[in-house]
């Protein structure tokens, strides 16, 4: 990686989490501690976030981390319908050995939380969630929709994090994922198209409640 695609990374991941809030102003110098990089590799990532509407900046006014709307979350889910379920289906038939493994991972993974206390493991819950969708992005092989994939994803947990408090069936959202990756893993294409519409629309109807 590049000090952009460092930087890039890091505030990405600080806007999603919420540990840069909506409407936090940002400054250049402050940013240039936290994340050990010069000044511009950060404006080149503020540029690159700001095409992402995740970075609003305004000439003599300042940086700023971009507001949330909730309202647009059906716009964004209106999208996801349509591309992930796509993305799933693509995933069952073009992953590769080395995909398997890292799918195999995952659902070790979920079973393994599903045995502990879910109610604090949230944090935990939501970066696997992250996790794997961006594996099945990947297995996709198909760069275009796992890009246009990653920015829509963004954004919607994004929004999960700052409702954090509020989104119920949590453990249900994420554990829906081993019947997932186990239709993926197995080839089962179909199944794996209906299982990751099915998550989408429910989970994206839930969030939606919590705001």
């Known amino acids: 990686m590049t000090l952009t695609d460092e930087a890039y990374a890091s505030l990405r991941t600080l806007i999603c989490t919420g540990e840069l809030a909506p409407g936090d102003c940002l400054s250049e110098s402050e940013l240039q501690e936290t994340l050990g990089v010069g000044r511009t590799p950060i404006r080149e990532a503020i540029r690159a976030l700001a095409a992402e509407h995740l970075i609003d900046v305004f000439p003599r006014r300042g940086t700023f981390v971009a507001g949330v709307d909730p309202r647009n979350l059906r716009a964004m889910s209106e999208v996801r319908a349509q591309l992930e379920p796509m993305a799933a289906r693509l995933a069952a ?36 969630d992250s996790q794997i969708h961006q594996l099945i992005y990947r297995a ?8 246009d994939l990653d920015r829509y994803y963004i954004h919607s947990l994004r929004i999960w994090n700052l409702g954090l408090g509020r989104v119920g069936h949590l453990r249900q959202a994420v554990l829906e994922h081993k019947e997932l990756l186990e239709a993926i893993i197995q080839g089962d294409s179909d199944r794996a198209f209906n299982v990751m519409s099915k998550h989408v629309t429910e989970f994206e109807a839930e969030i939606a409640r919590a705001f």
């Open 93 to 128: 038939e073009r992953r590769s050995e080395s995909d398997l493994i890292q799918f195999r991972g995952a659902v070790a993974q979920l079973e393994e939380l599903e045995r502990g206390d879910l109610r604090e493991q949230e944090r935990a819950l939501i970066d696997l």
């Open 140 to 147: 996709t092989k198909n760069a275009y929709l796992a890009n």
